[in-house]
């Protein structure tokens, strides 16, 4: 069975740093494109990076570029999402996704076949 499983949230000052991290398995980490996302209460799930193929591509939205990198360990079938210089705004709960295809609409939640069961992320100001 194919699975996702976040890590690393928490509750952070504003101007901190968290790590996110998504373990798979099964044939969840064979997929070229992984991302992450986040949900904050009462608002729609929203993208927020995105690697493919063997790492080297990579897709932010533009209120995190600059602050967030998304980065792979294929021997680890591990996917990190370093985050610096967070912002309340910032707060939500994180979700690891992915797919077997890119696709021009990766910013698309309904477009990725697996789901982590997601990891809070609370920043505080």
């Known amino acids: 069975q194919e699975h996702l499983v976040e890590s690393g949230g928490g509750l952070v000052a504003a101007g901190g740093s968290l790590r996110l991290s998504c373990t798979a398995s099964?044939?969840?980490?064979?997929?070229?494109?992984m991302g992450w996302f986040r949900q904050a209460p009462g608002k729609e799930r929203e993208f927020v990076a995105i690697?493919?193929?063997?790492?080297?591509?990579?897709y932010y939205r533009d209120s995190v570029k600059g602050r967030f990198t998304i980065s792979r360990d294929n021997a680890k079938k591990t996917v990190y999402l370093q985050m610096n210089s967070l912002k309340p705004e910032d707060t939500a709960v994180y979700y690891c996704?992915?797919?077997?295809?890119?696709?021009?609409?990766?910013?698309?939640?309904?477009?990725?076949?697996?789901w982590g069961q997601g990891t809070q992320v609370t920043v505080s100001s």
């Open positions: 690697i493919r193929g063997p790492g080297t591509q990579t």
């Open positions: 996704a992915s797919r077997s295809i890119f696709t021009v609409q990766y910013w698309r939640p309904t477009e990725y076949t697996y």
């Open positions: 099964g044939r969840a980490f064979s997929v070229p494109v």
